[in-house]
T-cell receptor
Framework: AQSVTQLGSHVSVSEGALVLLRCNYS??????LFWYVQYPNQGLQLLLK??????LVKGINGFEAEFKKSETSFHLTKPSAHMSDAAEYFC????????????FGTGTRLLVSP | DAGITQSPRHKVTETGTPVTLRCHQT?????MYWYRQDPGHGLRLIHY???????DKGEVSDGYSVSRSKTEDFLLTLESATSSQTSVYFC???????????FGQGTRLTVV
């Protein structure tokens, strides 16, 4: 079975500071990994995805994530936070064979202060 | 944006009544999903479909049923709504080989 753990239900940063949102996964088969963002009262939007090509993945809005198999991690980073980055972020895992059902973490709310 | 429409967007219903939520896609994706989102739980899979008339249960399927008679439509039915089913429901679609999901705007359901 696959699972995702997101450390920290809330993360607070100042505008211009580094953003680091943590995600660890568990999977018995090679995984596909995703980060999604949800703005208030909206659906989820794909930020980036890892599909076994490059381990450093770049996404939209300046975010990137690095797949580290030895640490079973897929942390999301952004060098400099903007006020517009305030949202909830979800990490998700699926398997790269067979039926690709997404399993989500519980989410991390990013708060950005001026 | 992926062509996914959920209806209704908001609904208030009484305990014990049946409720049907509709998801309509224009992308011709094979897979469709229903998730519920609750604070502290993230998104949990209710049911999913891997083709017309092919459906299966997710992790929180009790009290829910689904139907998919056409590729583009996936219906979620609460047979007899309970207050514990008050939630935001999201429909999603995906297509192999990468399995990335695209989401609708959600339906906020309140059971009183």
């Amino acid at each position: 079975a696959q699972s995702v753990t997101q450390l920290g239900s809330h993360v607070s940063v100042s505008e211009g500071a580094l953003v680091l949102l943590r995600c660890n996964y568990s999977s018995s088969v090679p995984p596909y990994l995703f980060w999604y963002v949800q703005y208030p009262n909206q659906g989820l939007q794909l930020l980036l995805k890892y599909t076994s090509a490059a381990t450093l993945v770049k996404g939209i809005n300046g975010f990137e994530a690095e797949f580290k198999k030895s640490e079973t991690s897929f942390h999301l980073t952004k060098p400099s936070a903007h006020m517009s980055d305030a949202a909830e972020y979800f990490c998700a895992v699926s398997q790269n064979t067979g039926f690709q059902k997404l399993v989500f973490g519980t989410g991390t709310r990013l708060l950005v202060s001026p | 944006d992926a062509g996914i429409t959920q209806s209704p967007r908001h609904k208030v219903t009484e305990t014990g009544t049946p409720v049907t939520l509709r998801c309509h896609q224009t992308e011709n994706h094979r897979y469709m999903y229903w998730y519920r989102q609750d604070p502290g739980h993230g998104l949990r899979l209710i049911h999913y479909s891997y083709g017309v008339k092919d459906t299966d249960k997710g992790e929180v399927s009790d009290g829910y049923s689904v139907s998919r008679s056409k590729t583009e439509d996936f219906l979620l039915t609460l047979e007899s709504a309970t207050s514990s089913q008050t939630s935001v429901y999201f429909c999603a679609i995906s297509e192999p080989p990468l399995g990335e999901a695209f989401f609708g705007q959600g339906t906020r359901l309140t059971v009183v």
